[in-house]
């Protein structure tokens, strides 16, 4: 069983920076595969952006590409999401995820296993 639990969100201006972090419990988190979603009101579950369980492999979306990197530190048992440059259209209530399957970087939500309560970002313009 894994718990997950996520903070930094906020409301920001377009052009700001905010880092999400994600805080697991369970002794087997540095084996699995680490993600990020966001959902929007009235929007499906979207992918943002996951992890390999090493660290080591990366993939985003591409709206998000080349602003947000996300990253994990299996010593502290945390992932976060650094979000550069956001745009109003980056706000969202985001979630991470945990794949059981450590090397397998999905973006499809029947994928994951275990699911944050997810927390707010707003942008304003």
């Known amino acids: 069983q894994v718990q997950l639990v996520e903070s930094g969100g906020g409301l920001v201006q377009a052009g700001d920076s905010l880092r999400l972090s994600c805080a697991a419990s369970g002794r087997t988190y540095s084996s699995y595969a680490m993600a990020w979603f966001r959902q929007a009101p009235g929007k499906e579950r979207e992918f943002v952006a996951v992890?390999?369980?090493?660290?080591?492999?990366?993939y985003y979306a591409d709206s998000v590409k080349g602003r947000f990197t996300i990253s994990r530190d299996n010593a502290k048992n945390t992932v976060y999401l650094q979000m550069n440059s956001l745009k109003p259209e980056d706000t969202a209530v985001y979630y991470c995820?945990?794949?059981?399957?450590?090397?397998?970087?999905?973006?499809?939500?029947?994928?994951?296993?275990?699911w944050g309560q997810g927390t707010q970002v707003t942008v304003s313009s």
């Open positions: 995820a945990a794949d059981l399957i450590g090397g397998r970087l999905t973006g499809r939500t029947d994928e994951y296993d275990y």
């Open positions: 992890i390999s369980w090493s660290g080591g492999r990366t």
